[in-house]
């Protein structure tokens, strides 16, 4: 059977993909939550490393906040993902059952080390829309080198246990998606990879590993010499001569686990804050100065005029 992504119809949108060929919405088109800040691991490449911005839980009052009013401005779905592992928020699936009961999509990606048979029967009683695997590398070793661990058996266990648990509820839900960031791996190597669990999960995707917001942290620096993203992604458009242009915010807000907004998903401490659920709603956030500020630079494809979005790595 093949199963369709519930999300797949926002992202294929005109106005997802290519935002400024369109009005600007009147609120994001997604949000992303960031259920906690907090994580069972210690990735290699993870910024998590150098954030110094406190750790800590969304309470289920901010983020029924924040459901109430993607609810009622149209938004189309809430994303649980960021700088943590949403499994360590006990309220997890209180949050996605109440994102269900708001009539808006769920989405969740986790290192999936935390689930057991409970979980796994959550995500379904839940009605969890997709859930991503976030992996490294295409092998076991690099696995075990990126992600600091030697748990993929266990990894890989529990995504063959949510897929047989899809079969036997013979559910057309969670979507099931499989991702990696590689470094120097071979095309045979990420073949390989792919054959492998294009035969266990709905779909497969991989990106390249940056380390560039790591430099002076040994153990990453070590592996500089590897980073192939910088032969991959061309830093300046060739027919315009600017850089690529951000859809970022032009579609998506991400709100840390204390309510403050930023207006990057990739923003681990800060650096583009735009604004706070303690003093402004999410709609005025998306309509303010700080927020058209960064459209007006960064729809020039002017990244460098901004420091963290200088080191950015997105295509778009």
Not at 42 to 51: F, G
Not at 104 to 129: C, P, R, V, W, Y
Not at 164 to 185: A, C, G, M, Y
Not at 188 to 211: A, G, S
Request: proline content about 2%.
């Amino acid at each position: 059977m093949n199963f369709t992504n519930p999300f797949s119809e926002v992202y294929s949108s005109g106005q997802y993909r290519q935002p400024y060929e369109h009005k600007l919405a009147d609120f994001p088109i997604i949000i992303d939550a960031e259920a906690t800040n907090c994580c069972n691991l210690d990735c290699v490449m993870c910024a998590r490393q150098i954030m110094k911005r406190k750790t800590g839980k969304m309470s289920m009052e901010l983020f029924k906040k924040i459901a109430d009013e993607a609810a009622a401005e149209g938004c189309k779905g809430l994303r649980f993902i960021r700088y943590g592992e949403p499994l360590l928020n006990e309220k997890i699936f209180e949050m996605i059952a109440y994102t269900k009961k708001k009539g808006l999509l769920a989405h969740m990606t986790t290192n999936g080390l935390l689930l057991n048979d409970e979980k796994i029967k959550a995500i379904f009683d839940t009605g969890l829309d997709s859930i991503i695997f976030s992996l490294q590398g295409t092998t076991r070793q690099e696995y075990e080198l990126m992600r600091n661990n030697k748990q993929y058996d266990l990894l890989e266990s529990n995504i063959k246990k949510v897929t047989e648990e899809r079969k036997k509820r013979n559910s057309n839900k969670p979507f099931i998606q499989v991702t990696t960031t590689i470094l120097d791996e071979t095309d045979k190597q990420l073949r390989i990879f792919y054959e492998k669990w294009e035969k266990i999960v709905d779909k497969v995707d991989n990106w390249h590993t940056t380390l560039e917001r790591l430099k002076g942290i040994e153990r990453a620096e070590k592996l500089f010499a590897r980073q192939k993203i910088n032969e991959t992604i061309p830093k300046w458009e060739k027919n315009t001569g600017r850089n690529w242009r951000c859809n970022e915010v032009m579609t998506k807000l991400s709100v840390d686990w204390d309510g403050v907004v930023t207006a990057c998903c990739g923003d681990f401490d800060r650096n583009l804050e735009v604004g706070n659920l303690e003093n402004n709603s999410l709609k005025e956030i998306w309509n303010g100065k700080k927020m058209n500020s960064l459209r007006e630079t960064l729809g020039k494809g002017q990244r460098d005029k901004i420091p963290f979005c200088s080191k950015c790595s997105s295509k778009f």
